[in-house]
């Protein structure tokens, strides 16, 4: 008999217990879930991949009204940093970090256009087209030699130095405002063997965005991109935007202005 009442006032205990901690736990719930509405976020881990950096939301939000069909893993992870936006007046984060892959020929790009460039080299030379990559990424001290060296030589010419340098920076960018410092732009010229200079930009001009790269400072475009026309400039924006560019016809900076506020804010 008292083993049984001591059973029994147990049974009683459980129940209240577990009541209690069901309104706790419904409390913590309720909280997270007002805190995040208060955030503008319905349910907090949308948009999150594995990426452990930020989501860039505007490029979500692209992919869906572009509807181009495209999906590739990471969605807007992934393309946040191919359109990083690098001139004159948008110099690049000064902690950029790059993570390179070294050419045969002592170049180096950015690791993950890598595979983009070879592709496409592998195809032009299947083609009877042999593009050399002439100059990869470069750190900020290599772009000021370039750009003293440039000045240089117009000093060398008559010019003042004043004129010098403003001639000078309609080719070479600014320290901090080169796509070169990203690892994301390459001067691509001929082999000087097989193939001429004009023969590598036609194919390039015709073919280079189906591999995701863009020729970045076209003639009709120099007042916008601050930079005159280098057909040999080809930068990596990604598959997509690449097709897009061409297709409209304009060049990175107006790409990111027309998608307005989503890519154009992004750095
Ligand atoms: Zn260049």
Avoid at 131 to 146: D, F, I, M, N
Avoid at 231 to 238: E, Q
Wanted: glycine share 12%; proline share 4%.
């Amino acid at each position: 008999m008292r083993s049984g009442r001591s059973r029994q006032s147990k049974w009683m205990l459980f129940p209240r217990l577990l009541g209690r901690m069901i309104l706790l736990v419904l409390f913590f719930c309720c909280g997270f879930l007002l805190y995040n509405l208060a955030q503008g976020q319905f349910w907090p881990f949308e948009g999150q991949g594995v990426m452990p950096y930020s989501v860039d939301k505007a490029k979500d939000g692209r992919d869906s009204a572009g509807g181009s069909g495209e999906e590739k893993e990471g969605g807007g992870d992934e393309e946040a940093w191919q359109l990083i936006l690098v001139n004159k007046w948008n110099p690049m984060p000064e902690d950029y970090q790059v993570e390179l892959t070294e050419l045969s020929n002592g170049q180096s790009v950015d690791s993950r256009i890598y595979p983009s460039l070879q592709k496409m080299f592998d195809d032009a030379r299947s083609q009877g087209i042999y593009p050399t990559v002439a100059s990869g990424y470069r750190t900020a001290r290599k772009q000021k030699e370039l750009m003293d060296e440039k000045i240089g030589a117009y000093e060398a010419e008559g010019c003042t130095r004043a004129e010098a340098t403003r001639k000078a920076k309609k080719w070479v960018a600014v320290p901090g405002t080169s796509e070169h410092q990203l690892g994301l732009g390459v001067d691509i010229n001929a082999d000087g063997v097989h193939s001429k200079g004009k023969e590598v930009y036609d194919w390039l001009e015709r073919n280079g965005y189906r591999y995701g790269f863009i020729h970045r400072y076209p003639e009709d475009k120099t007042e916008v991109t601050g930079i005159s026309n280098e057909p040999w400039h080809y930068r990596y924006v990604g598959e997509k935007a690449a097709k897009e560019i061409r297709r409209r016809g304009v060049c990175l900076e107006e790409y990111l202005e027309e998608d307005g506020d989503s890519a154009g804010e992004k750095k």
